[in-house]
């Protein structure tokens, strides 16, 4: 059974950073590509960032280019989001998705989403 489990989230200051971490359960992260999203309050998800097994570099939304950092540790199976200089607009449930199968590139998780997410960890931004 796949799941994928955030934790990480918190109440941050502008210009804070945080880190979060989706470990993996059901499939090894050398098979799937796997990626972030978050959704804020009102508002529709947006993509984040997304890493697929043996490829580089990986996607990052505009918004958050040259602030987050997505990396992988595949003896743990478990992803990272390092978020720095947060700002309000961060503010959302962060989520990590992965698709049914192994030929998902990010291309297609950016147009069509994913299959699998896990139940997200709120990121709380205050000026």
């Known amino acids: 059974e796949v799941q994928l489990v955030e934790s990480g989230g918190g109440f941050m200051q502008v210009g804070g950073s945080l880190t979060l971490s989706c470990v993996v359960f059901?499939?090894?992260?050398?098979?799937?590509?796997i990626g972030w999203f978050r959704q804020a309050p009102g508002k529709d998800r947006e993509d984040v960032s997304c890493?697929?097994?043996?490829?580089?570099?990986?996607y990052y939304a505009d918004s958050v280019k040259g602030r987050f950092t997505m990396s992988k540790d595949n003896a743990k199976n478990t992803v990272y989001l390092q978020m720095n200089n947060l700002q309000p607009e961060d503010t959302a449930v962060y989520y990590c998705?992965?698709?049914?199968?192994?030929?998902?590139?990010?291309?297609?998780?950016?147009?069509?989403?994913?299959?699998?997410w896990g139940k997200g960890t709120l990121v709380t931004v205050s000026a």
């Open positions: 059901g499939f090894g992260l050398n098979e799937r590509t």
């Open positions: 998705g992965a698709p049914y199968t192994t030929d998902y590139a990010c291309y297609d998780a950016m147009r069509y989403g994913m299959d699998y």
């Open positions: 890493l697929e097994p043996f490829s580089s570099p990986t």
